[in-house]
């Protein structure tokens, strides 16, 4: 990172649009903000280290409820980073240029997979352990034993799980930091080398992305129920992840702009777009989600419906409602009108919300496997949530001191700035 | 459109000024004059791209169109109308047990409301569009500006016409001349294409609409009169296939039969039976006494039994095979004629032979089918298993418990 930045300082008297050491752009408009997002680091990194090491503690007490609520917050958390990443190549896939003032953003938050490898350490590890209490079929003899599952014990085993993880994690990263350093190198450069070299990428990087994202759904998420198989769960997640980052990257332009960043940079019209691709995909999420449904409850087979019985019966049956409405209804109908996707408060709230909605998704994945009577809140669920948001949040903003915090070397940087929707 | 002329009513010189047509080269250009004539004030003007331009609704000073709501309404009515239309057929209407749901079941129904909604939604949105913006519009007077025909390719066009309020001949032109245009021309009244609609186009609509009437009458007539004729085959090759089906007339052969009988003196794979006491339960026309060689008396084979005699034989036989399965409750109390099953405790049944008994099942007797075609020969066997160890259970001697066994029952 301090290469790319001496290297915009050297390229500042050549290239007009580089802005000046204050991180003024030449449209007049600042676009680093170091002393903000360190503060933000600092708070967020604090809350979210100790709340840690208060799930920490409570965790010893009880390992399993732990698990589960970890798991709960880690995949959150991940849908963001996924999606920060789903989102970055698509933008390059389709030469998108109405985003490129948003796109650093999105590359930032993309760049926190790293993290996220270190963070899932408390699922994984525990299961290459030998641990079952939150993956079942880590025990291998009741797989073995199971008439049901002992055919699947071929891609359900520990080693194979390890491996997978590390593939996942080590092409997510590769590629966030791929998509991260290039861009952080053509801030010094006024060519569009690195604009045509990562569209190329972007194809076949989309495939692998499409690809790690739902085998890591289905053995993060789908195999805690081994049993259980939906061929749309990686969609489903996907949904998930579209959502979230489209919250983040509304909910962090919005603060930035509090903080006197990006203002000049970042119009209506961008963020008329982000709550554009909200609401979208708040349809495109109940989509898959009834599709998944739909067929399950038309074909009505044993192995298939007991995921769904479960949570159509005693506590969570209020959770199931809640999803159709909380998830789809609601921000279908607030998200409607372009006023509101224009409007900087009812986007923010929207946001809020979605990513409200999201966490009480991943919840509804995951509880009932282990509790079946219906939700049971716990602390852990609030500490694990606060410690995980909390260092993602820190991650980024400690990502985000001292570098532009926008892609001022990005030759359709113009077009992006007079972006109009109508 | 010089084709479709009709007359030609007046000659097109000295026709009144119809507006002021000003050409630019680039959106930008266009954007920068839309606004010099937007705040001067003028209402009846227009704008031509190749493509669509971005920001020139607020450079025109246009207003939010009303559209969204109008497809909001469309959607909405499409949304009731599959909810309706589902609910009166499948609840109302002829209702029908589907898979085992409610008659009106809901998540069955979802993507028909969804189609629904997005296909009214879509037709209010194009048609909306069309008729709101006046179109189609099939003749207008910058047809007749040769220049106006780049204005599909790469050119951008901004038009005052002269019916404007505010429209002076000599300020409007200085107004577009101040934004620099690379041509400005006048445009003048079309008195060449006649406003009449051509007559052939009016026939034409009519006999399409008499047309498009006729399947909807033919609908109409069938649902209301009764007929001996085949009802109309809409997809012919669907409805009769060309292909032979079982014990059906096929005139190709001799014998007319659609099916075959195997090439005499041939055995298909797997299917040579030379085994008698095996698949017909006799050796030499006498009735097995024991089980076939092949089939080896078991625990399992008695699980197997049990499990397919509780498929196959309790609708009729019962449970325990008293002849008072469910079937013959029911067919008793119908009383329409029935030769109840036997109950399979009876002396003469427990005497017969195995073979027998492989025989019964395998043909059938009396009004009891032929399970031959259904079950395999090994379950045959194992069926028969278990019906001896029912007999049994009901007629066993003391002399063939063991010694152990005579003390339980004390």
């Known amino acids: 990172m301090a290469d790319s930045n001496s290297r915009n300082k050297k390229s500042k008297s050549q290239h007009p649009a580089k802005g000046s050491a204050h991180g003024t752009s030449a449209w007049g408009d600042v676009i680093r903000n170091s002393s903000d997002t360190h503060r933000l680091f600092v708070f967020a990194g604090g809350i979210g280290g100790v709340a840690l090491l208060l799930s920490v503690a409570l965790g010893m007490g009880d390992f399993k409820r732990f698990q589960y609520s970890y798991l709960v917050a880690f995949m959150w958390t991940l849908s963001i980073s996924l999606g920060g990443l789903w989102w970055v190549t698509l933008q390059h896939l389709v030469n998108a240029k109405w985003s490129i003032v948003v796109r650093r953003v999105g590359e930032l938050i993309a760049a926190n997979i790293g993290l996220m490898a270190i963070l899932s350490l408390p699922i994984v590890v525990p299961a290459i352990l030998g641990n079952s209490e939150l993956y079942l079929w880590v025990d291998s003899h009741r797989m073995l034993e199971d008439h049901a599952l002992h055919h699947k014990s071929a891609y359900l085993n520990v080693t194979f799980f390890a491996i997978r993880v590390v593939v996942y994690f080590g092409f997510w990263f590769l590629l966030s930091q791929h998509f991260l350093k290039s861009s952080l190198k053509q801030d010094g450069e006024s060519a569009d080398t690195q604009t045509v070299r990562l569209r190329r990428l972007a194809g076949p990087a989309m495939m692998g992305v499409a690809l790690t994202l739902t085998f890591a759904a289905v053995d993060f998420l789908m195999s805690l129920n081994p049993m259980w198989f939906s061929t749309i769960f990686g969609v489903y997640y996907l949904a998930g992840c579209v959502l979230a980052i489209h919250a983040s990257l509304a909910l962090t332009l919005l603060w930035l702009q509090k903080r006197g960043a990006l203002v000049k940079t970042v119009s209506q019209e961008h963020f008329h777009d982000i709550g554009k691709m909200m609401f979208a995909f708040t349809i495109f999420w109940a989509y898959i989600a009834f599709s998944q449904f739909m067929l399950i409850w038309y074909a009505n087979i044993p192995e298939e419906t007991h995921w769904y019985l479960v949570r159509a019966e005693n506590g969570w049956l209020k959770v199931t409602w809640f999803q159709l409405i909380g998830h789809f209804m609601l921000p279908f109908a607030f998200l409607l009108s372009r006023h509101m996707k224009r409007n900087r408060t009812a986007l923010a709230l929207a946001a809020l919300w979605v990513l409200f909605v999201h966490y009480v998704d991943m919840y509804w994945l995951v509880m009932p496997t282990a509790f079946v009577e219906g939700p049971e809140l716990h602390i852990l669920d609030l500490t694990c949530w606060v410690a995980l948001t909390g260092i993602f949040v820190a991650a980024v903003a400690y990502r985000a001191r001292g570098v532009n915090l926008v892609a001022v070397g990005d030759p359709r940087l113009e077009t992006s700035l007079a972006f109009e929707n109508v | ?410």
């Open chain 2, 1 to 410: 459109m010089s084709e479709m002329h009709h007359k030609k009513p007046e000659s097109q010189e000295d026709a009144p000024l119809f507006g002021l047509l000003a050409e630019y080269s680039t959106p930008g250009e266009l954007i920068l004059a839309s606004r010099k004539v937007r705040d001067a004030g003028y209402t009846r003007w227009d704008t031509f791209t190749p493509f669509p331009v971005h920001g020139i609704d607020n450079a025109m000073g246009i207003k939010m169109t009303r559209l969204p709501w109008l497809v909001l309404g469309a959607a909405l009515t499409g949304l009731s109308l599959a909810v309706w239309l589902q609910w009166w057929t499948n609840a109302v209407d002829y209702p029908w047990i589907i898979s085992g749901k409610p008659f009106w079941s809901v998540p069955a129904n979802v993507p028909i409301m969804f189609e629904l909604t997005v296909l009214f939604a879509g037709i209010t949105a194009m048609v909306g569009m069309l008729v709101m913006n006046g179109l189609p519009q099939p003749a207008h007077p910058l047809d007749l500006s040769r220049r106006f025909a780049r204005a599909t390719d790469d050119k951008f066009f901004l038009l005052v016409e002269a019916r404007d309020p505010r429209f002076d001949e000599q300020s409007t032109r200085s107004l577009l001349e101040k934004s620099h245009p690379a041509a400005l021309e006048d445009v003048p009244e079309d008195r060449t294409t006649s406003a009449q609609i051509p007559t052939g186009l009016i026939y034409g609509l009519i006999v399409l609409t008499a047309v498009a009437v006729v399947p909807f009458a033919l609908f109409a007539k069938a649902r209301v009169t009764k007929s001996r004729n085949t009802r109309i085959h809409a997809i012919a090759d669907m409805d009769s296939q060309p292909k032979f089906k079982a014990q059906r007339e096929n005139l190709v052969f001799a014998d007319g039969r659609s099916m075959r009988e195997p090439v005499a003196g041939t055995v298909a794979q797997g299917q040579l039976r030379d085994d008698d006491a095996l698949y017909l339960g006799k050796v030499n026309g006498a009735w097995v006494r024991t089980f076939p060689s092949q089939v080896t008396p078991s625990a399992e084979l008695m699980d197997r039994g049990e499990q397919r005699f509780g498929i196959y034989c309790t609708p009729c036989h019962g449970q325990s095979g008293e002849g008072n399965g469910m079937v013959h409750l029911r067919a008793s109390k119908l009383g329409q004629g029935w030769v109840p099953p036997s109950n399979i405790h009876q002396q003469y049944i427990r005497e017969q032979p195995v073979g027998q008994l492989f025989n019964t099942i395998t043909h059938g007797i009396r009004s009891m089918p032929a399970y031959g075609p259904q079950i395999p020969v090994e379950d045959r066997w194992a069926i028969i298993l278990y019906v001896r160890a029912l007999q049994k259970s009901r007629a066993a001697n003391l002399g063939e418990l063991t010694a152990e066994q005579r003390q339980n029952l004390k």
